[in-house]
C-alpha cells in the first residue's frame, strides 16, 4: 500500500523550531517532487513549500520564506520541514504531499500532487 505518514508536529511557544518530517511507503521519494500544505480551521488549505525531485530546486510561500527549509534525504526516503522562528499564524494542520515520478521542478498547486498523508497538527502559542 502506498501512503505517506507525517510526524513531528506539536505544541511550541512562539520563536521555537519544529521538525516535521514525512516518510513514504510503496514509492520511492527520490524520483517525485515534493511539497507541504497546511489548512488553519475555517480556511483552505495553502501551498508552504516545495521541492523538486532532484533537491535542486526549492520554492516556499512569502509568509515562510526564510522560516522554514524543505528538504529531502533519498536514503531514508523522506521529505522534512524544518520551521524555525514559529508564529501563532502558523498553527494548522500540516500535509505533506508527493507528485507522480519526474515530474519538472517545483509545484505550488495542490492538484499536482497525486499522494497526500493524512497530517499533522501545529500549534504556537503566543
Known amino acids: 500500500q502506498v501512503q505517506l505518514v507525517e510526524s513531528g508536529g506539536g505544541l511550541v511557544q512562539a520563536g521555537g523550531s519544529l521538525r516535521l518530517s514525512c516518510a513514504a511507503s510503496g514509492r520511492t521519494f527520490f524520483t517525485s517532487a515534493g511539497g507541504w500544505f497546511r489548512q488553519a480551521p475555517g480556511t483552505e488549505r495553502e501551498f508552504v513549500a516545495a521541492i523538486s525531485w532532484r533537491g535542486d530546486s526549492t520554492d516556499y510561500a512569502d509568509s515562510v520564506k526564510g522560516r522554514f527549509t524543505i528538504s529531502r534525504d533519498n536514503a531514508k526516503n523522506t521529505l522534512d520541514l524544518q520551521m524555525n522562528s514559529l508564529k501563532p499564524d502558523d498553527t494548522a494542520v500540516y500535509y505533506c504531499?508527493?507528485?507522480?515520478?519526474?515530474?519538472?521542478?517545483?509545484?505550488?498547486?495542490?492538484?499536482?500532487?497525486?499522494?497526500w498523508g493524512q497530517g499533522t497538527q501545529v500549534t504556537v502559542s503566543s
Open positions: 504531499a508527493s507528485s507522480p515520478p519526474f515530474r519538472i521542478g517545483t509545484m505550488r498547486g495542490g492538484y499536482q500532487y497525486d499522494l
